[in-house]
Structures are given as C-alpha cells and as structure tokens.
C-alpha cells in the first residue's frame, strides 16, 4: 500500500470508525454448474491478517475485531430470523475487494444460494427476504448497543 493510500485509509478509520457501518448483501452461488447442497446464510469480514490471496502488500490497519463482532451479530440474527436449511456458526475471515478497499467497519452478507434448489425457492419469496432484512436490522442494533 502507497503511503498516500495508508493516510486516505487512515484518516477515514479515525474520522467514521464508531458511527458509520459498510454491509454488502448478495445471494450465494458456487462455482459448480449443478446445484449444491450447500445453504443458508454466510457472513464474511476482512481482519487485520486475512489470508494471502497475492503477494501484494496492502493496508493492514483495519479494526479486525469490530469487523468480527459486526459479523457475529448480523450472522446469529440472520440465523434467527430466517429458515434455511443449514446454520453457519461463524463468520467467515476473507479478502474480498468490497471489504478491502473500505477502512470503515465491514461485513459482506450472502443471503441463500441461488444454485442450492431449497434455497433459491426461499430466496425469491418477499417474507424470506424481509426475514433476512429483519435479521440484518437487529444485528446492526445489537452491533451499535
């Protein structure tokens, strides 16, 4: 990371850090062609020592452990409040770019499996996905309380 990319990330950590929140909602999908047994709700964030996806240097000063509790939050209400199949214990640490390239408090949010048949037939119901949204409502209270 360029010393200039550093100040950026820096200054926006230290100015919005306790007020403002960044969450990015999908719908899941694995790489295969044919459905997948997988389900359910996953939960990613990016800590301070993700797992090396290159072997370009980048910002490593972001808040790790609020990431995670934001994360845990919006996973055990989503969980609660939705009914898929299978029930992802924890959130998963990763490197993708929508959680790297921001220095605020983070979490990328994949709502079911657009692949897995049982949860494709939940996600494209309006009460599964406003469950979800419930969910993603009391975790982001519970985060902030």
């Known amino acids: 990371a360029s010393s200039d990319l550093q100040k950026v990330m820096d200054l926006t950590r230290e100015k919005y850090q306790d007020d403002i929140i960044f969450i990015s909602i999908h719908c899941n999908a694995t790489v295969e062609k044919t ?33 995670q509790s934001l994360s845990m939050e919006l996973l055990q209400e989503t969980n609660r409040s939705t009914n898929f199949l299978q029930k992802t214990p924890q959130p998963r640490v990763d490197d993708f ?3 790297r390239e921001n220095n605020l408090v983070s979490a990328l949010v994949e709502v079911g499996f657009m692949n897995n048949p049982n949860d494709l037939n939940l996600i494209i119901k309006d009460s599964v996905r406003t469950d979800a949204a419930y969910g993603m409502l009391k975790g982001i209270v519970s985060y902030f309380e």
């Open 35 to 67: 459905q997948t047994y997988i389900s359910g709700m996953y939960v990613f964030y990016r800590n301070d020592n993700p797992k090396q996806n290159s072997n370009r240097l980048y910002y490593r000063n972001y808040n790790g452990s609020a990431r």
């Open 97 to 99: 770019s929508v959680l």
